[in-house]
């Protein structure tokens, strides 16, 4: 079956503008998660999405970030302004539902160069 | 919330002998622990898991332990093989509906050959 997909794989932006990443889940699957990975850190989750509905967004920075799952399907994390401390990988990962007897699979990341 | 310790933040072993990384949790209510693998530039893979109502699991080179009254599992690799080099990650994760994973800070494992 075909992985998650995720894009762009890399970003470089300066402070205060804004980027958007986009995921495309495993077909079928209904949870979808972000993740944020500092160089040299375990991913950090951002937030948590079953079907269109948020579940957990209580790491997300809200006054800077967003995120939505338009369908239930496809889902496109924002950052509006970028500050330096932005500069991470971001990881989308997809699951057959929730609950722990489902794997995490995660997509490829995009990297975020925020100079 | 869930915090996850991990120790050592690297690792150096022989090629064929065993490894060992720990991770303790704080939340008594986390009920699944699983471990990733991840190569440089890549995406995180899942190894091996375990959930609470499991002492210790197995997958051939790969096996892990869960004390839940201490609130520590640990990752057992033997026989280790050039290609068992990477970042490993434990996490850890309460399940039911809120179940994103919060995860250790990584341990870089180094095959000496």
């Given at each position: 079956?075909?992985?998650?997909?995720?894009s762009?794989?890399?970003?470089?932006?300066?402070?205060r503008q804004?980027?958007a990443?986009?995921?495309n889940?495993?077909?079928?699957?209904?949870t979808l998660y972000?993740?944020?990975?500092?160089?040299?850190?375990?991913?950090?989750?951002?937030?948590?999405?079953?079907?269109?509905?948020?579940?957990?967004?209580?790491?997300?920075?809200?006054?800077?970030?967003?995120?939505?799952r338009?369908?239930?399907?496809?889902?496109?994390?924002?950052?509006?302004?970028?500050?330096?401390?932005?500069?991470?990988?971001y990881?989308?990962?997809?699951?057959?539902?929730?609950?722990s007897?489902?794997?995490?699979?995660?997509?490829?990341?995009?990297?975020?160069?925020?100079? | 919330?869930?915090?996850?310790e991990?120790?050592?933040?690297?690792?150096?072993?022989?090629?064929?002998?065993?490894?060992?990384?720990?991770?303790?949790?704080?939340?008594?209510?986390?009920?699944?622990?699983?471990?990733?693998?991840q190569?440089l530039?890549?995406?995180?893979?899942?190894?091996?898991?375990?959930?609470?109502?499991?002492?210790e699991?197995?997958?051939?080179?790969?096996?892990?332990?869960?004390?839940?009254?201490?609130?520590?599992f640990?990752?057992?690799?033997?026989?280790?093989?050039?290609?068992?080099?990477?970042?490993?990650?434990?996490?850890?994760?309460?399940?039911?509906?809120?179940?994103?994973?919060?995860?250790?800070?990584?341990?870089?494992?180094?095959?000496?050959?």
């Amino acid at each position: 079956e075909a992985g998650v997909a995720q894009s762009p794989r890399y970003k470089i932006i300066e402070k205060r503008q804004s980027v958007a990443f986009w995921c495309n889940p495993i077909s079928g699957h209904a949870t979808l998660y972000w993740y944020q990975q500092i160089l040299g850190q375990g991913p950090k989750l951002l937030i948590q999405f079953q079907n269109n509905g948020v579940v957990d967004d209580s790491q997300l920075p809200k006054d800077r970030f967003s995120a939505e799952r338009l369908k239930g399907v496809d889902s496109t994390l924002k950052i509006q302004p970028a500050k330096l401390e932005d500069s991470a990988v971001y990881l989308c990962a997809s699951s057959l539902a929730q609950g722990s007897f489902y794997e995490q699979y995660f997509g490829p990341g995009t990297r975020l160069t925020v100079t | 919330g869930e915090n996850v310790e991990q120790h050592p933040s690297t690792l150096s072993v022989q090629e064929g002998d065993s490894a060992v990384i720990k991770c303790t949790y704080s939340d008594s209510a986390s009920n699944y622990f699983p471990w990733y693998k991840q190569e440089l530039g890549k995406r995180p893979q899942l190894i091996i898991d375990i959930r609470s109502n499991v002492g210790e699991k197995k997958d051939q080179r790969i096996a892990v332990t869960l004390n839940k009254t201490a609130k520590h599992f640990s990752l057992h690799i033997t026989e280790t093989q050039p290609e068992d080099s990477a970042v490993y990650f434990c996490a850890a994760s309460k399940g039911g509906g809120a179940d994103g994973l919060t995860f250790g800070k990584g341990t870089h494992l180094i095959i000496q050959p």
